[in-house]
C-alpha cells in the first residue's frame, strides 16, 4: 500500500514529469547520434569543401579566397590526370579481377570438409594481419634481387620484373597486394551468401534438366546478386581509399605510377603544406565515390534480387 | 507405366545404419500412391531415390522396363513437387516454367503454347508476368504444380505438397489435387504423414515404418483390415486399443467399436472415465483401465468421474500373433496391459 502511494506521488512529481516528456521526445533520444554525426563527419565535410576554395597555410593560420583556382589547378596537372587514371585502373582491375577470383575462391571452397574448412581460416588471415605487415611481406618477396618471386622466375628462365621499383610494374604489384588482401574476406563471404541459397532450389534445377554451367549462371549468381551488389559498392570505396599500401611500399612512385587519390591527398596536404589543394582533391573524391555509389545502388539495384 | 522398386537398401554417407533395407515396392501405372509413415519412416527418402536426388545404394529402381538407378534425375522424366515449393525467386511465374521447358528439344512455339496450357489449367494466367514474392502459398503452390505439369512426366513425385499450407487452403487443394490426378490419368507418387490426405486422395496407400513397408492396400483396404499393430494403431481418429495378453499375442479394436453397454457374451472389462471431450458429433472419452489408457468414441453421454464396464462386440475384435501381424481368432486369456507401438 505505501508502495503504491509512493510510487502515486513520484508519478506526478515535477522531476518525474520532465524526464517522462524528455523520455518520449524523439529528437532528445536521436540527439548523441546526430551530434557525434555532425562533429565527425558533416562538419568535417563541409569544412574541407569550404577550405577548397582557399589557399590555406594552417601553421601561420593565413588563407586566401581563389575561388576555384584549386579546382582549375587540379584539372590543368599532369600529376593529378595521372592520379586519376592510376586510382581508376586500379579500381577497376580489383573490382573486376578480384571479385572474378573471390567468387572463383568461394565455389570452389564452398564444401565441409575438414580440409576446406582449414583452407577457408587460412585464407581469412590476411584479413586480421595490418595492411602494413602484408605491405612489408610483400616487399620481401618482389624484392628485385633477393625477393622469391623474382627467384621464382628465374628458376624457371622467365623474364624477372623490377615488381613494386619499376615504373612498369609498380602499379600491377600494388594491385597483385591488395587483390590479395582481401580475397579471403571476399571468398568468405561467398560462401555464406552461396549456402543462404537453399538446396532445394538446385535440386528443381536437377529435375528441369539445367545443367551445371545453366545452374551456376542462372540461378547460382542471380540468387547471389545482394551479395555481389554488397561486394561491388565495399571494393569500390575501398578502391578510392586505398593508401596504407602506397604509403608502405612506393610512396606513390616511381615517377607517380602508383600514386592514388587518396595517397595524394595526404602528400599535398601533409607534404607540400597545399591543404586547400588537397582539399579540392578530397572534394573531387567524394563527387566521385558519390556518383559512384548513387550508380551502383540504382542500376545495379535493379538487377538484384533479394529474397 | 509401373514404377517398381526392388530390394532397395539405403545408407547416407557418413552412416553405418542402413535408413531403408530390403524394400520391394511396385507403384501401379495411373495410381495416387501415397507413401504414408510417422517421421522418419524413409517415406522422403524412398521419394528422392525415386527422383534420383538421393543415390540408391543397393537395388534397382525400374520405371516402365527402364532401369533408372543410375540416372541423372533431369533424364528419368519425373516432375517432382517440393514442401517448400522449390521455385525460383528471381523468376517470374513464366520465367519459372520456362526455365524447364527450355532444357527439352522443343520449340520457341511449343513452348509458349504448353506455359499458356498449364497457366490455364492452374487458374495462374493473370499473374504470369508476377514474382514469386507478390504470390500467396497457395498461389506459389500452384506455380510448383504448373512447373511440374508443363513437364509432362511420367509420373509426378509429391514430398509433402500441402504441409505448408493453412487448414483451410490445404482441403481445398486437396481436391484441386484429385481433380488433377483425374485429368491427367498419369502416376502419382505423394508422401505425407498426414492420414487425411492419404485416405481421401489415394488409390493406394503404402504404410512405412523404420524404413520398411508395414502394408500397401487401397484406403478402405487399409482402414477396415490392418495387417497389424502398427498399421492398425497409425491408421485411424485415433488410433486401435491393444491389450496385450498374458500368452504373448494381442488383441485389439477401434474407439468405435467400444461401448458402454453389452451382454456376457461379449469382450468387456472395468474402467474409469477420465476425461471426455465433446467433438461435435460424437465424444471421445479417455479410460483408465488400471493396466493403461484406452480411447473411446461414441454418441453416447457418459456421466464423468465414473466407473464402468465397457464391451467389444465379437465383429469389432482384432487378433494380432506374437509377430504383431493378424491372425485368426483364438481364445482371450488374461489380460497383461495396453500396448502402443510408437512407445
Same mark, same amino acid.
Given at each position: ?24 521526445? %524523439? ?30 597555410? %594552417? ?138 541459397? %537453399? ?54 612512385? %616511381? ?53 | ?343
Amino acid at each position: 500500500m505505501r508502495m503504491n502511494e509512493r510510487y502515486e506521488l513520484r508519478q506526478h512529481g515535477k522531476v518525474y514529469n520532465f524526464f517522462n516528456k524528455l523520455l518520449k521526445n %524523439p529528437y532528445f533520444l536521436i540527439a548523441p547520434a546526430v551530434i557525434f554525426d555532425l562533429w565527425l563527419t558533416i562538419f568535417p565535410m563541409c569544412f574541407a569543401v569550404y577550405m577548397s576554395f582557399f589557399k590555406w597555410d %594552417p601553421i601561420s593560420g593565413r588563407k586566401k579566397f581563389l575561388g576555384l583556382g584549386n579546382f582549375r589547378y587540379l584539372f590543368q596537372s599532369e600529376d593529378f590526370r595521372k592520379v586519376l587514371s592510376n586510382t581508376i585502373i586500379f579500381m577497376l582491375a580489383i573490382l573486376f579481377v578480384g571479385l572474378l577470383l573471390k567468387i572463383l575462391m568461394g565455389v570452389f571452397l564452398n564444401k565441409r570438409t575438414p580440409l576446406h574448412n582449414i583452407v577457408q581460416t587460412v585464407s581469412f588471415t590476411p584479413h586480421i594481419i595490418a595492411s602494413v605487415s602484408i605491405a612489408v611481406i610483400f616487399m620481401w618477396l618482389m624484392d628485385p634481387n633477393n625477393g622469391i618471386f623474382n627467384m621464382g622466375l628465374r628458376a624457371l628462365g622467365l623474364p624477372t620484373s623490377y615488381w613494386y621499383k619499376g615504373r612498369d610494374s609498380a602499379l600491377f604489384s600494388i594491385i597483385i597486394v591488395s587483390i590479395w588482401a582481401g580475397l579471403g574476406s571476399g571468398a568468405l563471404r561467398i560462401i555464406a551468401g552461396l549456402r543462404s541459397i %537453399p538446396e532445394y532450389i538446385y535440386e528443381a534445377a536437377k529435375l528441369d534438366k539445367s545443367s551445371p554451367m545453366k545452374t551456376f549462371f542462372k540461378i547460382t549468381i542471380p540468387l547471389l546478386s545482394p551479395t555481389l551488389l554488397y561486394m561491388v559498392v565495399t571494393t569500390t570505396a575501398s578502391a578510392f581509399t586505398s593508401f596504407d599500401t602506397v604509403k608502405m611500399m612506393t610512396n606513390g612512385g %616511381p615517377d607517380n605510377s602508383t600514386n592514388l587519390i587518396a595517397f595524394y591527398i595526404y602528400q599535398q596536404g601533409l607534404g607540400f603544406n597545399q591543404y586547400g589543394r588537397a582539399m579540392a582533391a578530397a572534394v573531387i573524391l567524394l563527387l566521385i565515390s558519390g556518383a559512384l555509389a548513387v550508380i551502383n545502388f540504382t542500376v545495379l539495384d535493379k538487377r538484384v534480387h533479394y529474397q | 507405366m509401373p514404377i517398381i522398386l526392388k530390394d532397395i537398401k539405403k545408407i547416407y554417407p557418413g552412416s553405418k545404419e542402413p535408413v531403408i533395407e530390403g524394400l520391394n515396392l511396385t507403384i501401379k501405372d495411373g495410381s495416387f500412391t501415397v507413401l504414408l509413415g510417422p517421421s522418419g519412416c524413409g517415406k522422403t527418402t524412398t521419394l528422392r531415390m525415386i527422383a534420383g536426388l538421393e543415390d540408391v545404394t543397393e537395388g534397382t529402381i525400374t520405371v516402365d522396363n527402364t532401369d533408372i538407378t543410375r540416372m541423372e534425375p533431369g533424364d528419368r522424366n519425373l516432375a517432382m513437387v517440393f514442401q517448400n515449393y522449390a521455385i525460383y525467386p528471381h523468376m517470374s511465374v513464366k520465367g519459372n516454367i520456362e526455365f524447364g521447358l527450355k532444357n527439352y528439344k522443343m520449340t520457341k512455339e511449343q513452348i509458349a503454347q504448353r506455359i499458356k496450357d498449364v497457366l490455364e489449367l492452374t487458374g495462374l494466367t493473370e499473374f504470369a508476368n508476377r514474382m514469386p514474392n507478390q504470390l500467396s502459398g497457395g498461389q506459389r503452390q500452384r506455380v510448383a504444380l504448373a512447373r511440374a505439369i508443363s513437364k509432362s512426366p511420367k509420373a509426378f513425385l509429391m514430398d509433402e505438397p500441402l504441409s505448408n499450407l493453412d487448414a483451410k487452403l490445404r482441403n481445398q487443394m486437396r481436391s484441386e489435387l484429385i481433380q488433377m490426378f483425374k485429368q491427367m490419368e498419369t502416376t502419382f507418387v505423394y508422401v505425407t504423414h498426414d492420414q487425411v490426405e492419404a485416405l481421401t486422395m489415394a488409390t493406394d496407400i503404402v504404410v512405412m515404418h523404420n524404413g520398411k513397408i508395414m502394408q500397401q492396400g487401397s484406403p478402405k483396404e487399409i482402414y477396415r483390415n490392418p495387417q497389424n499393430i502398427f498399421v492398425a494403431q497409425f491408421i485411424g481418429d485415433p488410433g486401435m486399443n491393444v491389450f496385450l495378453l498374458d500368452d504373448g499375442n494381442y488383441i485389439g479394436f477401434k474407439p468405435r467399436g467400444l461401448r458402454s453397454s453389452g451382454s456376457d457374451r461379449d469382450f468387456s472389462f472395468e474402467a474409469d472415465l477420465l476425461t471426455s471431450e465433446f467433438l461435435g458429433f460424437d465424444y471421445q472419452y479417455t479410460f483408465e483401465t488400471g493396466m493403461g489408457r484406452i480411447v473411446m468414441r461414441s454418441i453416447d453421454e457418459l456421466e464423468p468421474d465414473n466407473h464402468y464396464r465397457l464391451y467389444v462386440q465379437d465383429a469389432d475384435l482384432f487378433f494380432f500373433d506374437k509377430d504383431q501381424n493378424v491372425c485368426e481368432p483364438f481364445a482371450i486369456g488374461g489380460l497383461k496391459g495396453v500396448y502402443h507401438a510408437d512407445e
